[in-house]
């Protein structure tokens, strides 16, 4: 079992920046590659980012490449999602994600409102 809990969602501005943290514990974190996902209302959740066990392997939705950039720490357990160049279609609950094998696991969801 991995218990996943995010933090750093608010309310920016478009263009402005964001950085969402996942602390996870439970299991051996660096087992575990790990992924950002996103649900705006009315819309299916949705594929953001992921990176690798090691980190040197990433993935991002065409839509934001370029401006997201996920990271980890496996000193500390947590994945980030540094999120610049917000746009108002970026709205929505960001999820963080553990998967191994065929085992996943999922944080309860971070609230980011992108206003104009």
């Known amino acids: 079992q991995v218990q996943l809990v995010e933090s750093g969602g608010g309310l920016v501005q478009a263009g402005g920046s964001l950085r969402l943290s996942c602390a996870a514990s439970?299991?051996?974190?660096?087992?575990?590659?790990m992924g950002w996902f996103r649900q705006a209302p009315g819309k299916e959740r949705e594929f953001v980012a992921a990176?690798?066990?090691?980190?040197?392997?990433?993935d991002y939705e065409d839509s934001v490449k370029g401006r997201f950039t996920i990271s980890r720490d496996n000193a500390k357990n947590t994945v980030y999602l540094q999120m610049n160049r917000l746009k108002l279609e970026d709205t929505g609950v960001y999820y963080c994600?553990?998967?191994?094998?065929?085992?996943?696991?999922w944080g309860q969801g971070t609230q980011v409102t992108v206003s104009s």
């Open positions: 994600h553990a998967l191994r094998g065929p085992y996943n696991y």
């Open positions: 439970g299991r051996t974190f660096t087992n575990y590659a």
């Open positions: 990176i690798s066990y090691s980190g040197f392997n990433t």
